[in-house]
């Protein structure tokens, strides 16, 4: 028996170093440019949980699938590197713009051409985009079920592959669910430890490049004539949401009072806060 | 009100979790109220549940219009499946202009299938709506979605799609009070018929969710940045949360260091915290950490660098040695309060 799971990737900008505050531009948008460029952190997660399936049961195949410019390839490559069998970038001009609904439609024309498959994993949200809803969207798309905020696959996916128990978190409570097969799968950010990369297979594809259709190396483009995607339906045409204006953060900007650093200065400011019923 | 128009209205998803209804769903409710009234439009709630019927009066108070409501056992477990298949029968019947879900983990897991159902426009997580004229038409929603942790503030629109969709952040907008009394002009059972197929999850085990610390929800605040030295001198931090009865945090940086525990990082990628009274205890002040705690009530900062950013953000500012500034403030601190009454 063979077992097919796909893992859908992101290409984020790294905005957790102190890089970041030199990439916001006036206008609202991000320099991409300058921030190294990572994979989103919830998809490592979902990564790691096709991994262990991929450990455990014989036959198992783990198709990485992304889409992005061209410079995503460094984001595969990576997941390669940490255990993955293939990564396809699905990229094209057409595709600029795209909002969740498109995004889900051009993966949806792409798992079409990956079937059959048995699990789709997928992060929560993105740390840039922040919608949490390609993953749901594209379940749909797909007609299959989904649980989002899934935190782990329980008992080592005994069930594997006619149904899993997963432990998803709720808004009020944690749960354990048992759910059958075909899934799409969310991973939110309580995951484990991720497995590093592997650094003799990163060697190995240093130089790899993308062959486009379905050819013998490990990574793929797909341009949208490739997976039949009708471009009407991608990219800024296909989308319905339309961002009309992208600004900075207001954020609070107010001139301290300046506290002497004597005794009696601080004394006050600690009356002052006494006084405003700010202290226990 | 005796007969509404049930359609185009503004509709809200109501969210009930173990028999209580999620606090964003009313708030919600109250924001539909002043959306419906610019657009001369009813409000609606739609309820789904093992036990909503008892609920339906209290969405007439807070302002729905029109009820419509599905109560079955097997909708006790939240699944993706058959909310979506009520959900959609319901916007395909009552063709509602705006809808509206809390920004909760059911909201943002609900509302993206909904969408995809429909291929209507969604946007995530907003921070503000409103209404206003576009492209010469009439007023179409306009909605706020913060993205890269807050950072930047998006303004969207989906203009050519119904129902305009969003989930909304909870907390962003007031919840009104209730008129008691006020009853919806129509309750409907939705009765969408579910069969086996829409109920491919088991509900093995339900749990508590993790304890966190105290820090979501602290009245008071002190933090703590790479102005500390090393982890003993960190003990501050914790010292004057001590006396002050608040709860000790720090930065992405001090816990990288291993000054404190993960799980008390205020910042973007951490917690966000709004207490009363925050003190960030050398603390530059970068965006990544700001995020987390600007709306504090109160800030006090203290850093030996004058220019250092915090000082833009801050109520007070002392400039000096954390090392040296913190155990006087924990003295006088600690000291009864004088003069008061």
């Known amino acids: ?280 | 009100m005796d007969r509404i128009n049930e359609k185009h209205s503004v509709m809200v998803y109501i969210q009930e979790n173990q028999g209580k209804i999620h606090p964003s769903s009313l708030e919600l409710l109250s924001q539909g109220r002043e959306l419906a009234k610019v657009l001369e439009a009813p409000v609606t709630a739609v309820i789904l549940g093992s036990r909503v019927r008892e609920h339906l009066n209290t969405l007439g108070e807070h302002g729905a219009d029109g009820v419509y409501y599905q109560e079955d056992p097997r909708l006790e477990v939240y699944g993706a499946l058959p909310y979506v298949k009520i959900l959609d029968r319901a916007v395909e019947q009552l063709e509602p202009e705006i809808l509206l879900f809390g920004a909760t983990l059911q909201g943002r897991d609900l509302a993206p299938r909904l969408a995809a159902r429909r291929r209507v426009g969604l946007s995530a997580d907003c921070t503000g709506l409103s209404l206003a004229p576009y492209e010469g038409g009439g007023p179409i929603l306009f909605q706020t979605k913060p993205a890269f942790g807050g950072n930047i503030l998006a303004e969207i629109v989906s203009p050519r799609t119904r129902p305009q969709m969003s989930s909304v952040r909870q907390g962003v907008f007031p919840l009104g009070p209730p008129l008691p009394g006020r009853k919806p002009a129509v309750i409907r059972d939705l009765g969408v018929p579910l069969d086996l197929g829409d109920f491919a999850l088991t509900l093995l085990e339900s749990l508590p969710l993790p304890r966190r610390n105290g820090l979501e929800g602290a009245g008071i605040v002190v933090a703590g940045g790479m102005g500390f030295q090393n982890a003993r001198d960190f003990e501050l931090v914790y010292r004057l949360a001590e006396v002050l009865k608040g709860e000790a945090a720090g930065t992405r940086p001090a816990v990288d260091a291993g000054f404190i525990e993960e799980g008390r990082m205020v910042g973007q990628t951490g917690l966000t915290v709004r207490p009363r009274l925050y003190f960030a205890c050398g603390i530059s002040g970068a965006l990544q950490h700001r995020v987390g705690m600007e709306q504090a009530e109160r800030i006090v900062a203290i850093n030996t660098d004058p220019q250092a950013p915090v000082f833009q953000l801050a109520h007070y500012g002392i400039v000096g040695d954390v090392k040296t500034l913190i155990p006087r403030l924990i003295r006088i601190f600690s000291e009864a309060p004088q003069e008061e009454k």
């Open chain 1, 1 to 280: 028996m063979s077992f097919h799971l796909i893992v859908l990737v992101k290409q984020v900008p790294d905005t957790s170093g102190p890089g970041f505050t030199a990439a916001l531009n006036q206008d609202g948008t991000i320099n991409r440019k300058i921030l190294p460029a990572v994979i989103n952190r919830e998809d490592l997660y979902a990564l790691e949980g096709a991994l262990e399936i991929k450990d455990r049961f014989p036959g198992v195949s783990v198709t990485l699938l992304s889409m992005g410019p061209p410079s995503a390839l460094a984001a595969l490559k990576e997941g390669l590197c940490r255990g993955a069998d293939r990564g396809i970038l699905v990229t094209g001009q057409a595709l600029a713009g795209s909002d969740t609904l498109a995004t889900s439609y051009v993966l949806y024309c792409a798992l079409k051409r990956l079937e059959p498959f048995d699990l789709v994993f997928c992060g929560l949200k993105s740390s840039d985009g922040d919608t949490a809803q390609v993953g749901p969207e594209l379940a749909e798309r797909l007609g299959i079920n989904h649980l989002a905020s899934v935190s782990e696959i329980e008992d080592g996916a005994a069930g594997f592959p006619r149904r899993l128990t997963l432990r998803r978190t709720q808004d009020t409570r944690e749960e354990r669910i048992e759910a059958a097969l075909p899934l799409l799968l969310s991973f939110n950010d309580r995951g484990r430890e991720v497995r590093p990369v592997k650094a003799r297979r990163a060697l190995g594809l240093r130089k790899a490049e993308g062959l486009p259709g379905g050819g013998e190396g490990p990574l793929w483009i797909w341009e949208p004539r490739d997976i039949g995607a009708d471009e009407a339906l991608c990219g800024a045409a296909g989308s319905p949401t339309r961002v009309i204006s992208s600004r900075p953060a207001a954020g609070v900007s107010r001139k301290a009072l300046m506290i002497g650093e004597t005794d009696e200065a601080l004394a006050a400011m600690a009356g002052e806060l006494r006084r405003d019923r700010l202290l226990g």
